[in-house]
């Protein structure tokens, strides 16, 4: 029979289909290959009894470890307590130990001192034996001397008997010779034609010495036309620099604007501290720099002023004129660079302002590119300032202030001054700060309180005499007068760059010849 009769045969009868017999026949050969293996139910209920019990046995795992998780979160968070607690007492620690480091060195320091003392102390127990014995000795000298001095003083009186006799002696002819002198003094008259000196009348003297005032006075006029000249261009440089300054306020504050919602408050807060007590130790340098020449400023100011007020009283050639000229214009910068540092300080933000004006967060990159270029320029400006105050010498000196002595009584030169800088207020002394105008005449002229005035000298050093009086008085007041006017408007002050324009085309030269 054929294979497809068999299995036709097969259906037929109800043995089943072909496939059947053939699955049959693989599985006899052991060729079947099973797609799920085949587990009998007891190993199944077996598997799930254990598989229950498995996660029973986890979830009751699950709940222990969970229960031990919140504890140790508990403990860590009273862990974090305990050490805060640790890290402020500790901290209160450290002060303690400071403070108590701070005490046992000044203990250690007062030791020595007592020390010092008990050496000196020491040391004068020697001296006192030693003057004992000295004061044993005085006092036998002491005795002879008495003795000696009792025989001398009976010497002396016999002496003084002769000299009383001698004295009365004299008061006799004293009297005659005082009579003789009244009676030649009211006939004696004298003209000052009649009084000579280096082959020169008083009255050519005189006339010379008027021609050196008037000189003098036109020489100073013309320093205090170009002067007030110089001082309009000052005006307009601290102009342009409030502008620039005001410019430079505004873009700091614009990018402090952009910063705003970019900033690390942490970090930022870190970097800006350092970098605001670097600039505040900066510019403490310099004001230590500044503050640190006035005494130099007090002394060469005290110099100009006492040379101004010799060659006002007394003959000065154009060469001595000129140099006290160079002196003045050199002396006024530090006045401006003074004033530039002191507005610069002015406007410079406080620690409060910068920690109030960051509320947000900040790229890193950026803060720090922005707080470098700031602190650059911040450095560059304040380097510039250093570089030009070290130009000058001296404290400014008006012409106002030339006439003003500095007496034994007149001011004091070690007295503390408060305040802004000598050389910005215009009415007092540059060297010790004392008044130079009366209060009851604010626009009137520069007074000179000196006690000790030169006496009047004309010409070579001849001192005019008593029966003189009234030209000495004349010349003196035409004198006094004639500064006065030429000191009515109070010499501007001259910047650096002025300075040095006016030196490079010569006009120092040319004021010194008008003059």
């Known amino acids: 029979m054929q294979r497809n009769e068999v299995d036709a045969s097969l259906t037929s009868i109800g043995l089943g289909t072909p496939d059947v017999w053939m699955k049959l026949g693989q599985e006899l050969e052991g060729k079947t290959q099973l797609e799920q293996p085949r587990v009998s139910k007891k190993v199944l209920v077996k598997a799930l009894r254990m598989q229950t019990e498995a996660m029973r046995y986890m979830v009751d795992e699950f709940d222990r470890l969970r229960d031990k998780m919140a504890e140790m979160e508990l403990e860590a968070r009273n862990t974090a307590k305990h050490v805060e607690r640790v890290n402020s007492k500790l ?45 044993h000795l005085v006092a036998a000298s002491v005795e002879k001397a008495n003795t000696e001095h009792s025989e001398f003083v009976q010497l002396t009186e016999q002496k003084l008997n002769v000299i009383r006799e001698d004295q009365e002696v004299t008061k006799q002819f004293a009297m005659k010779i005082e009579d003789r002198l009244n009676e030649e003094q009211k006939e004696l008259f004298l003209d000052s034609d009649h009084i000579l000196h280096n082959k020169l009348t008083l009255a050519m003297w005189m006339e010379a010495l008027e021609k050196e005032n008037r000189k003098k006075d036109d020489a100073l006029r013309d320093c205090t036309d170009k002067m007030v000249k110089q001082g309009r261009n000052v005006q307009d440089m601290m102009l342009e620099t409030r502008r620039t300054l005001d410019d430079n306020t505004c873009a700091v504050e614009d990018v402090q604007r952009l910063l705003l919602e970019k900033a690390d408050r942490t970090r930022v807060d870190e970097i800006i501290e350092s970098k605001y007590e670097e600039i505040c130790n900066q510019l403490d340098k310099a004001l230590a720099s500044v ?38 214009l050199y002396d ?24 109030s004006a960051l509320k947000s967060k900040a790229d890193k990159d950026e803060m720090l590119a922005l ?17 030009s105050l070290n130009y000058a010498d001296s404290a400014f000196l008006t012409g106002k202030q030339a006439g003003h002595q500095h007496g034994g009584g ?39 309180k000196n006690p000790f005035q030169m006496a009047p000298v004309y010409g070579g050093g001849y001192h005019l005499p008593a029966g003189a009086g009234s030209i000495e008085k004349n010349a003196m007041r035409n004198r006094t007068s004639s500064l006065s006017n030429n000191n009515s408007t109070s010499a501007p002050y001259l910047s650096p760059r002025t300075v040095a324009n006016m030196a490079s085309t010569g006009q120092l030269a040319e004021s010194s010849s008008e003059g």
């Open 410 to 448: 007149g001011c004091n030169s070690g007295q503390k001054r408060s305040g802004m800088l000598p050389s910005l207020d215009r009415e007092k002394c540059l060297s010790c700060n004392s008044q130079l105008r009366e209060p009851s005449t604010p626009s009137g002229p520069i007074t000179n």
């Open 371 to 387: 707080l470098k270029n700031l602190s650059d320029s911040m450095n560059a400006s304040i380097v510039q300032a250093q570089k």
């Open 91 to 135: 901290i209160t620690v450290q002060g303690q130990v400071e403070d108590v480091n701070t005490k046992v060195y000044e203990l250690e320091v007062e030791q020595i001192k007592q020390a010092e003392q008990l050496k000196e102390i020491d040391d004068v127990a020697v001296q006192v034996r030693a003057t004992r014995e000295e004061v």
């Open 291 to 328: 503050l640190g020449e006035e005494d130099e400023f007090k002394r060469a100011s005290q110099e100009l002023q006492q040379l101004v007020t010799h060659l006002s009283e007394s003959k000065a050639d154009k060469k001595d004129l000129l140099e006290v000229k160079e002196q003045v």
């Open 332 to 355: 006024s910068r530090v006045r401006q660079q003074v004033e530039n540092l002191r507005s610069f300080i002015d406007i410079k933000m406080n620690r409060d302002d910068v920690f």
